[in-house]
């Protein structure tokens, strides 16, 4: 099942035969304190860098959540939005706990978005699901309703089905516009989170087919050394069905680490785009010797 | 199911809910030009810091390979197995395609040792089953016969079997004792190689629950950037059902990847051994710091 993203100049597929999707996270205020300072005051300035860093990287979508407190969040997505893609032909996933954030990035945004997200909550999918629709994007499912954040896989998947039957059934969005996220825990508060996010994503393979997404970042939290625990969990949820994941796309070793999964899951003939990869980083490291030599 | 190896002093055990076992492969004259020819000599004065460098590292088994070309195998496997036995505690893995060198090997060792390795050949199993059972070891199946290195995962499940069976029937050799390798073949020569591992370890697991190991390197044989592919198989593997590998115990990088996998899958409480090895990193490398700077 292949869930197709578009800017205005460029098309991207997520699928489990293509090569695992590298959302960069960058693109939030969240833990940024002058981040957070420079969104109060509109100023914008810093985006820039953080796209150049993630394009630079290996991103393939770039996440962009602009949710500082106290800031008018949906003015400066509709900013981020305009400001983004004017420096580069990705894809977006507009990021927003807020619908009228959402609504405004989507008005916005020229191409097909990923929605970042909806839970199996009632009046969370009555809210959002529509936009979704209007607008023709794609949208992240969240299997958490107003109960609870299951710990069961079964119950995951249950809640993950209510998404998915909503939005195919009632809103009319193709089943490959839905992703869904297996929720990925702080391993440091659970040391069982992430057997349960594997097992997760393999009913959601076995039952749907339906691409997936998750903050991979999130599974190390807390915990020292977090982009080797990133760098581990990544091929394990790429075996397990994962498709894609919000990530930080500046590090060499996280993006290597998704490359690898295409590698060792056949989903790069002859190796070709490992090699490649290889190339251009001899020669980038090349390049700054003679650089740094003159 | 639990596999116990054992030096005279130290009791290693290799099972599912177990930390990772970590086999050292560094004691191998293959493809090491200058080590061979000490080998010839009958100098084992190289192995001296490769099981220094492999105990530092973090390995918790050590493999012995003698099969230099043109030396008395034997002779050299009886003299490294006192020599590695005077140096470290880690139980070793007997490791020849020579029968005469793992039974002198065997009737060195002291303690219980894993022997590397037997196929499903019924001469290759009436040979070295006898000698397995007979030192009380633990024993490697490679699952191929006299025709063919399977491809399909289902016949290496079969051949996995059948040694089962021979082990544990005809020489009364406990099925914990016995480990399974699933093959790993290098990814560079074929792209589909490793997700047939993987399907090879979910059936062994499911079937017979037996321990697996493999020699991990060989995945990425011929291509670049080896340390980053092999740390990414080591987490696909290890959620598959893996439950050791032989591999670099001198790289930092792969025995986090390894470490990382038993934070990541439940096998360490509280996550204590994945804290204790950075705050023991840190401190080795604040020492090392005031060393350089005194």
């Known amino acids: 099942m292949d ?8 098309e991207v597929v997520i699928g489990a035969g293509r090569p695992f999707c590298i959302i960069g996270e960058r693109i939030n205020p969240t833990g940024r304190r002058i981040f957070c300072e420079q969104l109060r005051r509109g100023d914008l300035s ?18 962009v959540n602009m949710g500082a407190p106290l800031a008018d969040e949906a003015e400066l ?15 977006l996933c ?34 959002i699901l529509p936009l979704v629709a209007r607008y023709g994007a794609a949208v992240i499912g969240l299997p958490n309703d107003e109960e609870e954040i299951p710990e069961d896989p079964q119950r995951r998947l249950e809640l993950a089905g209510k998404i998915i039957e909503t939005a195919t059934t009632r809103y009319q969005i193709p089943i490959e516009d839905v992703l869904i996220d297996p929720l990925a825990m702080p391993i440091g508060a659970d040391t069982s989170v992430v057997v349960r996010t594997l097992e997760t994503l393999e009913l959601l393979r076995q039952r749907y087919g339906v691409n997936t997404t998750l903050g991979a970042s999130n599974v190390s939290f807390g915990m020292p050394d977090r982009t080797a625990i990133v760098a581990a969990f990544l091929p394990m949820a790429s075996a397990a069905g994962l498709t894609s994941a919000i990530m930080d796309a500046r590090s060499a070793e996280l993006v290597r680490a998704a490359r690898a999964c295409d590698l060792l899951l056949n989903r790069d ?24 030599s003159t």
């Not at 810093?46 to 996440?63: H, N, S, T």
């Not at 305009?82 to 032909?89: E, F, M, N, V």
């Not at 003939?269 to 740094?292: P, Q």
């Open 94 to 127: 507009l990021d927003s706990s807020i619908i009228e954030v959402l609504e405004a990035g989507l008005a916005t945004y020229e191409g097909k978005a990923l929605v970042n997200s909806v839970t199996a909550e009632d009046d969370r999918l009555e809210a």
């Open 46 to 63: 810093r985006v820039e860098l953080d796209v150049a860093q993630q394009v630079a990287g290996g991103a393939m979508v770039l996440d």
């Open 3 to 10: 869930t197709v993203l578009r800017s205005a100049g460029k």
């Open 269 to 292: 003939d002859w190796g070709a785009s490992w090699i490649a990869a290889h190339r251009a980083a001899v020669s980038a490291a090349t390049a700054a010797a003679a650089t740094a």
């Open 77 to 91: 997505m509709v900013a981020a939005v305009k400001l983004i893609q004017s420096l580069t032909d990705l894809p």
